[in-house]
């Protein structure tokens, strides 16, 4: 956490509008919440301290994890249950929606690999509705699979996909048979942030294609040693944890 907070500050300090988003798999989606490998025993006030601290734009809470925080969750993040959940951002003049879709277990079980046609078509109806947004960010909990079954539905009516869940991780993705979409998947252990640069913007009401180096570009940024801390977030945990 303390690398990661050295990331985004280096970012918020480049002259470019930046927007931080934290995903689906920020925090197990199972009831034994938050997952141990990334907070050890640390108590719900403990790791809501820690998150503020992030100053993230928007982050993502399955229904189990805001329970598990209890009445107030970290400033920010917002909780998704059976219906997509949108959140509005100008970002450097760009009107942007960000999109937060429902787990797969939505009108079936968590064993479910691709979304339902339902479940699907809540997703795009929320895109629809976004349709005045010059940037439309879909974060999805789907996994690889689910994700991969939808990309031609989304494109067009997201520019960008941040997907979460199983599969495999990558900085960012525009494949020739979706354009239009950017799809990036993050580190479900959270060793590293990936970053996507727009050096272009989607013209409204008009077909639009990402390509690399010219309109779009991605990188995945490790949280290795060669990292250093910050120290307002070294410095908060055990102050935090003393509470």
Known sequence: ????????????????????????????????????????????????????????????????????????????????????????????????????????????????????????????AAADAASDAALRIGISPWGFEGEFAVREALEQRFHILLGGGPGAAFSGEVNAQVPGLIWSRADRDGRSVMVIDLMALPEPGVPFTWEWGLSMQAQEVRLTSAVPSDPRMEALLPKAASR
Not at 110 to 122: G, I, V
């Open 1 to 124: 956490m303390a690398r990661r907070a050295t990331i985004l500050e280096r970012y918020r300090r480049e002259p470019v509008p930046t927007l931080t988003l934290v995903g689906a798999d920020e925090f197990a989606p199972d009831a034994d919440l938050p997952d141990p490998a990334k907070t050890g025993k640390a108590s719900p006030e403990t790791v809501r301290a820690v998150y503020d601290a992030l100053h993230v734009d928007c982050g993502m809470l399955s229904a189990d994890a805001a329970a598990w925080f209890g009445g107030k969750k970290p400033e920010r993040f917002l909780e998704v249950g059976d219906r997509p959940v949108t959140r509005r951002f100008n970002v450097g003049g760009c009107s942007v929606a960000v999109i937060l879709f429902p787990p797969l277990s939505v009108g079936g079980t968590s064993e479910t690999e691709t979304p339902t046609p339902k479940l699907l078509a809540s997703v795009l």
